[in-house]
Nanobody
């Protein structure tokens, strides 16, 4: 098992930047692919970015293309989400998640992940 703790959220003006961090403990971090999701009030949890366990592959939806980037440092058991050009519609609770590589797994949906952090709030003011 792996325990995940996110940090780095906060209040920022539109156009600003934030970097979220997620530290994993309890298991070999590099064994897991990682994802970031977000959930706004009254909405379903939404996929934001994915990175493979080696860091070689990433996926992202059009809503964050060119603005959000993901990276990981397996030596520090940490995955990052760099968010630039933030918009009010990016306001949400942001979660990191870890999943075990396996045949047929879909990394852009919540069911593809086995472990979740508690979330960190990002609020973007207009």
């Amino acid at each position: 098992q792996v325990q995940l703790v996110e940090s780095g959220g906060g209040l920022v003006q539109a156009g600003g930047s934030l970097r979220l961090s997620c530290v994993g403990t309890g298991s070999t971090f590099s064994n897991y692919f990682m994802g970031w999701f977000r959930q706004a009030p009254g909405k379903e949890r939404e996929f934001v970015r994915y990175i493979s366990n080696s860091g070689g592959d990433t996926y992202y939806p059009d809503s964050v293309k060119g603005r959000f980037s993901i990276s990981r440092d397996n030596a520090k058991n940490t995955v990052y989400l760099q968010m630039n050009s933030l918009k009010p519609e990016d306001t949400a609770l942001y979660y990191c998640a870890a999943g075990s590589p396996r045949t047929g797994v879909i990394v852009t949906i919540t069911r593809g992940y086995d472990y979740w952090g508690q979330g960190t709030q990002v609020t973007v003011s207009s």
